[in-house]
């Protein structure tokens, strides 16, 4: 069983940066490929970033490319998420996602086995 555990979601202004991160519990952390998925209020969830479980391979939705960076530290059973020049169409609420077979590649839900909270990301022009 793995279980994630988002934090530093939160207000920041527009062209303003936030970095999310999101733990997991699990010993195998290591062999997962992560995802970052978000939804906003009437939306379908969206997949925003993928890693793999190297670290070595991301992957990208075209709306964030250039402005957004996954990463992960497998000593620490982490992922992160570095969001810069934020725009007023990035609020959602950010959730983690693990996937056991998976790639940076995947971006489709229900690739993924194992799901965070997700923390709310608020951005104010």
């Known amino acids: 069983q793995v279980q994630l555990v988002e934090s530093g979601g939160g207000l920041v202004q527009a062209g303003g940066s936030l970095r999310l991160s999101c733990a997991s519990s699990?010993?195998?952390?290591?062999?997962?490929?992560m995802g970052w998925f978000r939804q906003a209020p009437g939306k379908e969830r969206e997949f925003v970033a993928g890693?793999?479980?190297?670290?070595?391979?991301?992957y990208y939705e075209d709306s964030v490319k250039g402005r957004f960076t996954i990463s992960r530290d497998n000593a620490k059973n982490s992922v992160y998420l570095q969001m810069k020049s934020l725009k007023p169409e990035d609020p959602a609420v950010y959730s983690c996602?693990?996937?056991?077979?998976?790639?940076?590649?995947?971006?489709?839900?229900?690739?993924?086995?194992?799901w965070g909270q997700g923390p709310q990301v608020t951005v104010s022009s």
């Open positions: 996602a693990a996937s056991a077979a998976g790639s940076a590649y995947d971006r489709y839900a229900y690739q993924y086995a194992y």
């Open positions: 699990g010993r195998f952390f290591s062999r997962y490929a």
């Open positions: 890693i793999n479980w190297t670290g070595l391979s991301s």
